[in-house]
């Protein structure tokens, strides 16, 4: 247990580092898969010496993630990480995970809670939370450590996708994904290269990176965009279902990526993710990066 403690201390040191790297610097020396293994790594040690568990540690709360340069501003939901997943096991963990918990309370009835997935891209930009009131954006936060975040709401409306005004006076609490499209990406690297200036490597840096100029002229000047995926908070939530959400949110001219897909069950996911034809489709994605890099 000494050992472990020893170690469980490095890696939360370790992960605070590549926090800081990832979302401040946005110069991260980790694939995601890696720092992934480190974190489950982490949860491991606490799932088996509970009494270990660090306040500092990344599972408890996400730490090097808010800048200095930017007002702080407090998330009015808890803007919690998505969990990944790399194999067929994970997802049927998942699966039983959310039966056990929508069934715990209807045992006595004979009745049980139907629920189905919805499958959608995942998108690698920054993540930002954006709040409208009396029908106009109001607000604009980044992630940061989940309960606090950089108020970047001046960059934001430079972002011409996402609308100053929706049709609606509710207060809406919406989360998104800002991103810089490739081709602005190329545009860019190309420029920065003719001043001597280093190149973006990918387009979540690129936007991270634009995002928290502290010239909003200069973030208008980089085509950043932005998609709206969930409702976290609403003063009269009265949705069913996610796709209720989103086309609700498609209404408001809201900009939503309208590619996704229900599914009844689990192993219909894991049978998408397992067909030939994904994993042909992936191949073709990693080959494209692999000759952007080159």
């Not at 397992?274 to 000759?291: A, G, V």
Request: proline share 4%.
């Amino acid at each position: 247990e000494n050992d472990i403690k020893d170690i469980y201390q490095q890696l939360i040191d370790c992960l605070t580092d590549h926090n800081h790297l990832y979302y401040i610097e946005n110069n991260p020396i980790l694939s995601d898969k890696e720092y992934d293994d480190l974190f489950t790594y982490i949860k491991k040690i606490e799932e088996y010496f509970p009494h270990l568990i660090s306040s500092n540690s990344p599972t408890q709360q996400l730490i090097g993630q808010i800048s200095e340069w930017f007002t702080q501003a407090k998330h009015t939901t808890p803007q919690l990480s998505l969990e990944n997943s790399y194999n067929a096991q994970d997802l049927a963990d998942r699966d039983e995970f959310i039966n056990k918990h929508l069934q715990k309370n209807t045992e006595e009835s004979e009745q049980k809670i139907p629920y189905s997935y919805i499958i959608e891209p995942k998108f690698d930009g920054i993540s930002v939370e954006v709040i409208y009131k009396d029908g106009y954006l109001h607000q604009a936060i980044t992630r940061g450590d989940g309960i606090t975040g950089d108020d970047i709401t001046t960059n934001v409306k430079t972002i011409n996708s996402l609308p100053k005004k929706i049709a609606t006076q509710d207060e809406l609490h919406l989360r998104g994904e800002i991103m810089m499209p490739k081709s602005v990406r190329k545009e860019i690297n190309t420029q920065r290269e003719k001043n001597g200036e280093m190149p973006f490597a990918n387009t979540r840096n690129a936007a991270a990176g634009s995002i928290k100029l502290l010239d909003s002229n200069e973030v208008a000047k980089r085509g950043l965009i932005c998609y709206i995926y969930d409702l976290v908070w609403h003063e009269e939530f009265k949705y069913t279902t996610n796709e209720d959400i989103l086309q609700n949110l498609k209404n408001l001219w809201l900009p939503i990526f309208d590619r996704y897909k229900k599914y009844g069950s689990i192993q219909d996911i894991i049978d998408t993710c397992l067909d030939p034809k994904t994993q042909q489709f992936f191949d073709i994605i990693k080959k494209k990066k692999k000759k952007a890099h080159l």
